[in-house]
């Protein structure tokens, strides 16, 4: 039986649904997105060659192009649904964007990079999945692919920590308000993944899919704020400073 590849139009309509579902995930993503584009320019300039880590579907990738004409990505993710959605849908960008299958869990995550030194990393609500000695060991290995100055930003749900239950609570209460005062759009992500894990151009990748994620990412143990800078100062980034925040949704930047 020949394989029905993913057609161009199902990958864009799929991408847009994952816009949905994320923006009703992150209702601050548009915001985060535009502090990042604005620190990327004035950090590295506008011909940035940047690293999107966990890139999902290219979203981010897609927004640093867009504004920037002369900037190049990698974008680097391993699930096996959404790198087919995104390199199917969004394409290479006119040859400067580059979309790398790599596990961010492992140390060897960096073999399929071009060569060079990079003028900065990004990534956004995708760490999170990561354990502290994940998370460590990239960071490392990250440093060793940026450039002296290069900057690194990282969009995501970063804990309060052990000592601020208070506010915690406080911050958590406080995102239920913002999201019941505002109308969802878009499908839930259970509802998102239950729907393209369904999807008959996109058998093999499912497969693959199952068997690199057997288990839920959720709960998976990772690093408060606090632990991400100092995880940060250890790989070898010696500034690191909170550019954003609003509750837990924060971006977290580091220079190198």
């Known amino acids: 039986m ?25 209702p601050s993503r548009e915001v985060r997105f535009d502090w990042i584009l604005a620190t990327l320019e004035t950090a590295v300039g506008r011909r940035c060659r940047a690293l999107d880590l966990g890139c999902g579907t290219g979203a981010l990738a897609e927004r640093i192009l867009r504004r920037f004409p002369a900037a190049r990505v990698v974008a680097i993710d391993h699930d096996p649904v959404l790198l087919a959605v995104g390199e199917r849908g969004l394409g290479d960008v006119g040859g400067r964007l580059t979309w790398l299958d790599a596990d961010l869990r492992s140390p060897t995550w960096t073999r399929g990079l071009p060569t060079g030194r990079f003028d900065a ?56 308000a913002r999201r019941r005062a505002r109308p969802a759009v878009g499908e839930s992500w259970d509802a998102f993944w239950a729907a393209i894990l369904r999807d008959p151009e996109l058998t093999e990748e499912v ?12 709960g998976t143990p990772t690093p408060d704020l606090e632990g991400h800078r100092r995880l940060l100062r250890r790989a070898g980034f010696w500034e690191t400073e909170l550019f954003w925040s609003e509750g837990r949704s924060r971006i977290l930047a580091a220079v190198r």
């Open 121 to 176: 990393a990004v990534s956004s609500t995708a760490l999170h999945w990561l354990t502290p000695g994940e998370v460590g060991a990239l960071y490392r290995s990250l440093a060793r692919r940026l450039r002296p100055g290069g900057i690194f930003l990282d969009a995501d749900f970063l804990e309060f920590d052990a000592a601020s239950r208070r506010l915690r609570r406080i911050a958590s209460r406080l995102g239920r």
């Open 207 to 218: 497969a693959l899919h199952r068997d690199r994620y057997p288990h839920a990412h959720s």
């Open 2 to 26: 020949t394989r029905r590849r993913l057609s161009v139009s199902r990958a864009r309509s799929w991408r847009q649904r994952w816009e949905l579902q994320q923006s009703r995930l992150v």
